[in-house]
């Protein structure tokens, strides 16, 4: 069993409810949505090349998933995060579509600052309670990376954090015909309104992988006032 935290729109607004529709499925009630009608591509296509983003739901990554220590358990993951989300304030940060790392994503067009600062506490607050991946799942990922990214998925289980840290919602897996890119861009400027959405954080969200290759879903959304909202199954 894996968890991770999460930013995830709050159940009911407006960019919960189109990324949900966007992936075919919403991580808070682990239900199926209707996806959107796309004129320009098949519905077996538009299912194929968001088929990982939606196992893995509408979310950013704050803290990656990772295994618990074997004596925490999801009360005092839950705990703990609260305590470390007490420390931010709400705040807004507007969204544009753009291409990373070969796929789709909404990302910050301002307000980069306090994400990472957001992320960086998941990372190190978190820390404590989180087992680092093995060595042989380490050496798999490292032959990819950069010197500092293997100094960083050995101390903290993942490379793309601090410095390379990247918010971003993501909607596509990775597109390696640009034509099929292009009009993925396209459907998805309609679909999210031109990429006109703002977030707003003011919660972290902490989703869960009950087995391995399971979809996702979302256990809680912990507010920045102290509030944890439950979502059972």
Same mark, same amino acid.
């Given at each position: 069993?894996?968890?991770?935290?999460?930013?995830?729109?709050?159940?009911?607004?407006?960019?919960?409810?189109?990324?949900?529709?966007?992936?075919?499925?919403?991580?808070?009630?682990?239900?199926?949505?209707?996806?959107?009608?796309?004129?320009?591509?098949?519905?077996?296509?538009?299912?194929?090349?968001?088929?990982?983003?939606?196992?893995?739901?509408?979310?950013?990554?704050?803290?990656?998933?990772?295994?618990?220590?074997?004596?925490?358990?999801?009360?005092?993951?839950?705990?703990?995060?609260?305590?470390?989300?007490?420390?931010?304030?709400?705040?807004?940060?507007?969204?544009?579509?753009?291409?990373?790392?070969?796929?789709?994503?909404?990302?910050?067009?301002?307000?980069?600052?306090?994400?990472?600062?957001?992320?960086?506490?998941?990372?190190?607050?978190?820390?404590?309670l989180a087992q680092l991946p093995d060595a042989?799942?380490?050496?798999?990922?490292?032959?990819?990376?950069?010197?500092?990214?293997?100094?960083?998925?050995?101390?903290?289980?993942?490379?793309?954090?601090?410095?390379?840290?990247?918010?971003?919602?993501?909607?596509?897996?990775?597109?390696?015909?640009?034509?099929?890119?292009?009009?993925?861009?396209?459907?998805?400027?309609?679909?999210?309104?031109? =990429?006109?959405?703002?977030?707003?954080?003011?919660?972290?969200?902490?989703?869960?992988?009950?087995?391995?290759?399971?979809?996702?879903?979302?256990?809680?959304?912990? =507010?920045?006032?102290?509030?944890?909202?439950?979502?059972?199954?």
């Amino acid at each position: 069993m894996r968890y991770a935290l999460y930013y995830a729109p709050r159940p009911g607004s407006d960019l919960a409810e189109r990324g949900a529709a966007w992936l075919g499925r919403d991580a808070v009630s682990g239900q199926a949505v209707a996806r959107p009608i796309m004129d320009s591509l098949s519905a077996e296509r538009f299912s194929q090349l968001t088929a990982a983003p939606a196992c893995y739901g509408w979310h950013a990554t704050l803290k990656a998933p990772f295994a618990p220590v074997p004596e925490i358990g999801e009360a005092e993951l839950i705990a703990t995060t609260q305590a470390l989300a007490q420390r931010f304030a709400p705040f807004t940060v507007p969204l544009r579509i753009e291409t990373l790392a070969g796929f789709l994503a909404l990302r910050p067009a301002d307000g980069t600052a306090s994400l990472a600062e957001l992320a960086a506490a998941c990372m190190v607050g978190l820390a404590p309670l989180a087992q680092l991946p093995d060595a042989a799942a380490q050496a798999r990922r490292a032959a990819s990376l950069t010197a500092r990214e293997r100094a960083l998925l050995a101390r903290w289980g993942y490379p793309y954090v601090f410095e390379y840290y990247r918010f971003h919602l993501t909607l596509s897996d990775r597109l390696a015909d640009p034509a099929e890119a292009e009009r993925l861009a396209t459907l998805a400027e309609t679909h999210f309104a031109g =990429g006109a959405l703002t977030a707003e954080i003011d919660a972290i969200a902490l989703f869960v992988e009950p087995a391995p290759g399971a979809p996702f879903h979302c256990v809680a959304h912990i =507010g920045f006032d102290g509030e944890v909202q439950r979502h059972d199954h």
